[in-house]
């Protein structure tokens, strides 16, 4: 039988013998991804607390919501992950096979491409999105639906340039590239903190949201510029090259039409549960919004890393039809991402209030607005661990160039989620919505482990995976218990101050971790020692 390629393993074989490019291994490409992503997670933090303390949950931000998330929901649908999703298999397979020149003429193709199509429809949305942007503003919204049309028309260029960025990302993914990748987010946040608070001091009232979208705007800009140079020193250069007839060319853009409305129905969601909120109140939108940043800290920092870093290797092992290794990673991919996210769901259960009380009650956010976003964050919880298994269970049909199931599954998801979130939101308002989200979550997680397993004709290592599971449950119970105990008994003796309430979470938080940390290591559940192993040899290699 051949060894479990668990990320240590994967690891070790890489910088051994790697197929293309610079040689890090996936545990260390891992390792890197989550830092430098995890501090993007923060900056972006950073830049919605500074924006939540000018404009709390008012209707102005809920209109600035829904005008970024449109062009998002079209970014997401021609460009940037679902470009990505569907040239990297096809990519990193030409590179495989030694074919060099003919994967840089299919780059180079895609590029020119869609610097066509994105800017022609960059153009048309600027011109119409006047009739185009009421259609997701709510009735309590009426008031700022000028300033979402005008927003929504500085945001929108922004389609074209993460176009452009996502092939140029996924070209540095296919070499195992990941640094300058996970850099530019965080620069990006830090370009649009700077624009923020510059243009507090010379915009006012909802003016100022302008100097936000121009902050986005040139962020995105800034991201683009440097992938460029990292491009050079993996070899590639763009060619003058626009043959439509190349059949990898069109392998590519007949595999983006299902990812792109897999990725494109996932992002929808977010969209409907905005304009969903803007039927429950002014401010429900950018509520829900604002709950869903602190919910994806975690996200970013664990089930994205992973899930992009094993992107390649998966992509690899499907090239090779090697099933086993395919289904062995996957799972082992899983179970990584369960260790993170389970306790972090907890975390962010025991502790909604208090966590948003922390991040966002500042300026002009009162206890109204931590009221409803940390209704919104306590039911963002439960979906947190299926959230980030579906990430990579969807890359894992990706790298099978079988993207027609999960974008089936996509669809479901996405009904899932219409229905619940309108049955519940009149009854229940912004908790109605969420668990609209919550539910289309884990039936999409069942749905793709179902078909996965079809698919490459056996279990993803079920049993054991419920086994570890249910430990990390058992563990995560208890770092909740553990971090609310704590919190509750130094937010007594420290009161509300901002150094009491720093002092509280932060100590709550710390001491469930340690709690946490020391039962799945007294279970010695793998995936824990995995991480322990990889720590302990990066530390020797260092001494």
Not at 135 to 154: E, I, K, M, P, Y
Not at 421 to 450: D, E, N, R, W
Not at 492 to 511: D, Q
Request: proline share 4%; glycine share 10%.
């Amino acid at each position: 039988m051949n060894p479990e390629p668990t990320i240590a393993r994967v690891a070790d074989a890489n910088e051994a013998e790697e197929p293309v490019g610079s040689g890090r291994g996936v545990a260390r490409n891992t390792v890197i991804f989550s830092i430098l992503t995890g501090l993007s997670r923060i900056a972006g933090l950073l830049r919605e607390i500074v924006a939540s303390s000018y404009f709390a949950t008012s209707g102005a931000f809920s209109a600035f919501t829904i005008a970024f998330q449109v062009p998002n929901v079209v970014r997401s649908l021609f460009a940037d992950a679902a470009l990505g999703a569907a040239f990297v298999p096809v990519f990193t397979e030409l590179l495989e096979h030694k074919r060099k020149k003919e994967a840089f003429r299919l780059a180079s193709t895609l590029f020119f491409l869609m610097l066509t199509v994105l800017g022609a429809l960059t153009v048309l949305f600027v011109v119409a999105a006047g009739v185009v942007m009421p259609l997701f503003v709510g009735s309590r919204l009426d008031a700022v639906q000028g300033l979402t049309v005008g927003l929504a028309r500085v945001l929108f260029p922004v389609v074209l340039i993460l176009g452009l960025n996502g092939l140029a990302v996924g070209i540095l993914n296919a070499y195992d590239h990941f640094t300058i990748p996970a850099l530019s987010p965080l620069v990006w946040n830090m370009v649009i903190l700077v624009c923020l608070v510059g243009s507090n001091r010379v915009l006012h009232g909802n003016e100022q949201l302008y100097g936000y979208a121009i902050g986005v705007l040139a962020g995105t800009a800034v991201q683009f510029a440097m992938a460029i140079p990292a491009l050079r020193r993996v070899g590639f250069r763009i060619e003058l090259a626009f043959d439509l007839r190349d059949v990898k060319v069109r392998q590519v853009l007949r595999l983006m039409l299902p990812v792109t409305l897999g990725l494109g129905l996932i992002n929808f969601n977010l969209l409907i549960n905005s304009t969903l909120g803007s039927l429950v109140s002014a401010g429900a939108a950018r509520a829900i919004d604002a709950a869903f940043r602190i919910y994806m800290l975690p996200q970013g920092v664990f089930s994205v890393a992973i899930a992009t870093v094993l992107f390649p290797a998966l992509s690899r092992f499907a090239a090779r039809r090697d099933h086993d290794g395919l289904r062995a990673l996957t799972a082992n991919g899983m179970r990584q991402i369960f260790l993170m996210l389970v306790p972090a769901a907890a975390a962010t259960l025991v502790l909604a209030t208090p966590i948003t009380r922390l991040i966002y009650e500042h300026g002009a956010f009162g206890p109204r607005s931590t009221e409803q976003v940390a209704s919104a964050l306590f039911w963002f919880s439960f979906s947190l661990p299926t959230s980030g298994v579906n990430l990579l269970l969807t890359r894992t049909f990706f790298s099978l160039q079988r993207p027609w199931i999960t974008t089936g599954i996509a669809v479901l998801n996405l009904g899932v989620n219409v229905v619940v979130s309108v049955a519940l939101y009149k009854p229940f308002g912004i908790p109605g919505i969420v668990v609209g989200t919550v539910v289309g979550s884990a039936a999409m997680t069942l749905a793709q482990v179902h078909f996965l397993r079809r698919e490459l004709h056996g279990r993803l290592e079920g049993r054991r995976t419920l086994v570890a599971l249910g430990q990390i449950a058992v563990a995560a119970a208890a770092l909740g218990g553990v971090a609310y105990g704590v919190w509750f008994a130094l937010d007594r003796a420290l009161g509300r101050g901002l150094a009491g309430e720093t002092i509280s979470v932060c100590v709550g938080l710390g001491a469930g971790a340690v709690v946490y940390a020391g039962l799945v290591h007294a279970m010695r559940i793998p995936e824990a020692r995995q991480i322990e192993a990889l720590l302990g040899r990066r530390l020797q290699r260092r001494a």
